[in-house]
């Protein structure tokens, strides 16, 4: 079982930046990938980037160049760096763990807000 937390979310203006955490309530360190998924209202849970265990990560088209994953495996947290939003970021962002095949724990989502 893993236990995930974000936190970082907000109201921000266009063109704003945001950082979001994830901390998990266990080692991440084996996990076969960390990512961080969007739904807004009306619309289905979308993946918005992920980084695997070697580090590599990929990236939705509509956040690439904009929006940074990371991860501290020290620190069992994973962070999503958005810079340059726009109203259609808006969202419930959630962390997502997959320590292995096809196990997915989530977090309870944090709401992020682009509006002027």
């Known amino acids: 079982q893993v236990h995930l937390v974000e936190s970082g979310g907000g109201l921000v203006q266009p063109g704003g930046s945001l950082r979001l955490s994830c901390e998990a309530s266990?080692?991440?360190?084996?996990?076969?990938?960390m990512g961080w998924y969007r739904q807004a209202p009306g619309k289905e849970r979308e993946l918005v980037a992920r980084i695997i265990s070697g580090g590599r990560s990929n990236y939705a088209d509509s956040v690439k160049s904009r929006f940074t994953i990371s991860r501290d495996n020290g620190r069992n947290m994973v962070y999503l760096q958005m810079n340059s939003l726009k109203p259609e970021d808006t969202a419930v962002y959630y962390c997502n763990a997959n320590p292995t095949g096809a196990l997915h724990y989530w977090g309870q989502g944090t709401q992020v807000t682009v509006s002027s």
């Open positions: 266990r080692s991440i360190f084996t996990f076969n990938a």
